[in-house]
């Protein structure tokens, strides 16, 4: 039987890197129309989607809120799938922009340009939705795909990519273009791993024990989208009442996702004006606190902040809070106890704000505005791949670009070297 799953896989493999030739060189025209015609084809089979989605929810029954927000799909959650496709169209086509232009004193012109990676494999939990972005970005930018989603969101998973399969089969796109792992045996992503030859790239979305098990197992360069331990930070100098508004939104608005804030520092100083009235409103909203010895006085009801709860990523209307000295602390503590995702401060002073903005070593920094906004669409990037917390080869939201790499192209008129 593993085998016969390890031949299957080693298949799909071998014809996405075929097919990731004939991508490299297909015009944006043809790239534009086809994803057009998949966002309409989304919105036309929105009931075929909505019932498989029903399957995954039935079947995931007694999981926590925040995983049942994560998996869900409704009518608006499928149009907005269909908008990042359009968006994507709007965008400009990476492949082939010339990045640098210069000719040697031997006469040699060079020229730096865009391409695609080639085969990316993209391992995933719980959002359907992801299917649909990661299909029209790695479409967008000439790379062959490899999905394979978790076992919770097979059905949801599944259904999407036939509708949007059905719509590259139509107008003949090389046959291995995109593709689906349909199976929940945990030994594909094994055998996947292992698969060097034919994928160029690993990017798992999910959960800590998701990215260890690929980084660990994975003969293929892996970019990471680890956990969001994001903070926001709300300064001697911050307007309290925007503070309010942002903390509260970062925690509340969708705490089951990576932008959410997890842990909120609050200088000395403002402390004992903020917390009463912000504490107040977090636990109407059903947050738990876990908090510093400061936090406890103001709230009695909270818990105990332990060293592990500010390394926790929650994911949950849980939220820990710890009151800081300054700002040199509050860097301190970020740096330390995050996960380098998204960190905000929320402050007046100019001075205050760009030493946070410079020193906080995260993939995006935030002055007066919630960490939320950590997203490919909300950049104005279509949609995305991931929240990369790597360094290299990509930091932050992943969109078109961060999907290519590039190569020299390097013309001469009969040079050789001496």
């Not at 359907?128 to 790379?143: H, Q």
């Not at 034919?198 to 990215?211: F, N």
Request: aromatic fraction near 6%.
């Amino acid at each position: 039987m593993k085998q016969d799953l390890k031949k299957k896989i080693e298949a799909i493999a071998k014809k996405a890197q075929a097919a990731s030739r004939a991508l490299a060189v297909l015009s944006r025209e043809a790239k534009d129309k086809v994803l057009a015609e998949m966002a309409a084809a989304l919105l036309g089979n929105k009931e075929v989607i909505l019932k498989a989605n029903k399957k995954d929810i039935a079947l995931s029954a007694g999981k926590s809120s925040s995983f049942i927000d994560r998996l869900s799909l409704n009518e608006e959650r499928i149009r907005q799938m269909a908008d990042s496709l359009l968006d994507i169209v709007k965008l400009e086509d990476p492949v082939g922009k010339v990045l640098a232009d210069w000719s040697t004193p031997g006469g040699l012109h060079i020229q730096k340009a865009r391409c695609p990676i080639g085969v990316i494999a993209i391992i995933y939990e719980s959002r359907p939705n992801v299917t649909a972005d990661c299909i029209g970005l790695c479409f967008k930018s000439g790379n062959s795909l490899i999905l394979r989603g978790g076992s919770e969101s097979l059905n949801s998973n599944l259904a999407i990519y036939k509708v949007l399969n059905g719509v590259m089969k139509k107008h003949a796109i090389a046959c291995g273009a995109i593709n689906l792992i349909d199976t929940s045996d945990h030994k594909a992503v094994d055998i996947l791993l292992k698969l060097n030859n034919y994928i160029d790239v690993v990017i798992p979305r999910g959960g800590e024990g998701l990215i260890n098990k690929v980084v660990k197992l994975s003969r293929i360069p892996v970019i990471k989208h680890y956990k969001g331990i994001c903070h926001v930070y709300v300064d001697e100098w911050a307007d309290l009442n925007m503070a309010e508004s942002i903390c509260f939104n970062a925690k509340v608005q969708r705490p089951g996702v990576c932008n959410a804030m997890e842990s909120m520092l609050v200088h000395r100083d403002v402390a004992a004006r903020f917390l009463p009235g912000m504490l107040k409103k977090f636990k109407a909203a059903g947050v738990q606190i876990r908090g510093c010895a400061f936090t406890r006085k103001i709230a009695k009801w909270a818990k105990v902040a332990t060293d592990k709860d500010y390394r926790t990523e929650y994911l949950d209307l849980i939220l820990s809070v710890k009151v800081v000295d300054g700002l040199d602390e509050a860097i301190r503590h970020i740096n330390d106890y995050g996960s380098h995702h998204s960190d905000s401060i929320v402050t007046d002073n100019q001075d205050n704000a760009l030493k946070f903005l410079k020193e906080v070593d995260s993939a995006c920094v935030y002055l007066n505005a919630s960490t939320r906004f950590t997203d490919g669409n909300q950049f104005g990037m279509g949609a995305e791949i991931g929240i990369s917390t790597d360094k290299l080869h990509a930091r932050g939201p992943m969109g078109l670009e961060e999907l290519t790499t590039y190569k020299y192209m390097v013309f001469g008129t009969g040079q050789v070297r001496q």
